[in-house]
């Protein structure tokens, strides 16, 4: 027998026969054995949690690809150096963190989906580019402005027709030039119809001109946003409430009275107000508004008791707005202007005295029928006007007045050479100047 040979143990085998002596493991072996057996470990944990994520990704989107499953083709891999164990270790773990996170991350997302349709968030201009906006804006309106007040009301209804757009930048820019004014002339108008119309019965002196049924039926010509009409509907409506709540009061205090019977309750207004405002402009801007060229509205003769032209006189041929006015208007129906008093020839003239702003406008209104009633210069950038038609047996008696002084000749003549200057020279460029900004 050879030296060192025992039966059952062969020493040229790797292995020891079930049965023999088995060989101790170092330190180093069991270390490499152990992180072989983590690394086992961590595999088979990496291929459940796939394939647990895997069926949870199912269920919330069918069409999600499913990832394939890991193999364990690595446990059994040959074992690596220990640098190598740690490094596969470590990026295993990775691995096993991250699709948790990406899992909780994304719930959110699928449980809350952003509409498709949601606007940008709009970009906040810098000071210096709402400065910039701003010159642009006021140049445009500037530009505008300068067309209305330089060419003829045809034109200027073709002009919006083509672009309406130019209607809304105007008054966008009229809005902005209005904040600086120290008074509206609008709200002044809006004003007088309260006073006149909450005091005063209709067609009573300093009351407002009335049909004969009493009803007040107003004509704003060149209204814009038509703010007139809708702070007078407000104020009908609110004034009508407060009469209605004070006569079912006076209905009480009459029981309670003895002998009372007949004894009235003044008011100083009438019981109730009925008034209609019809809005003419260039484009229907609202429902209060009826597109027109103010030369030619859709109203029949005779039917209306105030017509305003508040700072609409704009054309060449504005005279043909004041014809208009007075085949619009009732016999003793009225016709209120109000207009920037730099626009009067007298204006400009230093020698002038404040009254007499207006004269000649006044003296033009005159041959076309109107009588003057009032002109107020109180205010430092605004004139306004008062006018009335007159009825027919005032006409007469001043026909007949003006005939014994021979004059009646005159003013005819006067009204022939007002006729041929417009047709000249129109009345836009010499009797009102056009309202034109300067240039920057």
Not at 50 to 60: A, F, S
Not at 127 to 142: E, N, V, W
Not at 311 to 330: I, P, Q
Request: charged share 35%.
């Amino acid at each position: 027998m050879a030296l060192f040979q025992v039966e059952g143990w062969n020493l040229k085998e790797e292995r020891v026969a079930i049965g023999g002596i088995t060989k101790k493991k170092s330190k180093r072996e069991k270390k490499r054995d152990k992180k072989l057996a983590q690394a086992a470990q961590a595999e088979e944990q990496d291929q459940i949690d796939d394939e647990v994520e895997d069926e949870d990704e199912d269920e919330e989107d069918d069409d999600e690809e499913v990832k394939p499953a890991k193999t364990t083709e690595k446990i059994e891999a040959k074992p690596k150096s220990n640098e190598e164990t740690k490094k596969i270790k470590k990026r295993k773990h990775e691995d096993v963190e991250q699709p948790k996170t990406e899992k909780i991350t994304k719930a959110p997302v699928v449980q809350v989906a952003a509409p498709v349709s949601a606007p940008l968030p709009v970009q906040k201009l810098s000071p210096l580019q709402q400065k910039m906006m701003a010159k642009l804006s006021g140049s445009r309106f500037r530009w505008i402005n300068e067309q209305l007040y330089t060419i003829s009301s045809e034109s200027a209804l073709e002009l919006i027709k083509n672009q309406p757009v130019l209607f809304d930048e105007y008054h966008q820019g009229f809005r902005s030039q209005v904040e600086s004014w120290p008074e509206n002339p609008v709200d002044v108008f809006v004003d007088q119809i309260k006073l006149r119309g909450g005091n005063k019965q209709v067609n009573a002196p300093g009351g407002l001109p009335g049909l004969p049924n009493k009803k007040i039926v107003i004509a704003d010509m060149g209204c814009g946003e038509a703010q007139l009409s809708l702070d007078v509907s407000n104020f009908v409506k609110q004034y009508n409430a407060s009469q209605q709540e004070k006569n079912n009061n006076n209905n009480q205090k009459k029981k309670f009275q003895k002998g009372g019977n007949n004894r009235r309750f003044p008011t100083g207004g009438p019981r109730s107000l009925d008034i209609e405002v019809h809005s003419f402009d260039l484009k229907k801007h609202n429902d209060r508004i009826t597109v027109a060229d103010i030369k030619n509205v859709p109203l029949p003769d005779n039917s209306c008791t105030v017509v305003i032209f508040c700072l609409a006189l704009m054309g060449t041929n504005f005279l043909d707005f004041v014809k208009e006015a007075y085949r619009l208007l009732a016999p003793r129906g009225e016709l209120w202007i109000a207009e920037i008093k730099s626009r009067f020839t007298e204006s400009g003239e230093k020698t002038k005295k404040q009254e007499d702003i207006g004269k000649e406008f006044v003296e033009a209104l005159k041959l076309n029928g109107f009588f003057h009633k009032n002109t107020d210069n109180s205010n430092k950038m605004f004139t306004r006007f008062e006018f009335f038609k007159p009825a027919q047996d005032i006409i007469n008696e001043r026909k007949a007045k003006l005939e014994r002084r021979q004059k009646f000749v005159e003013q005819e003549s006067e009204k022939e050479e007002l006729e041929t200057k417009r047709q000249t020279n129109p009345e836009g460029k010499w009797l009102l100047k056009p309202c034109i900004y300067k240039r920057r």
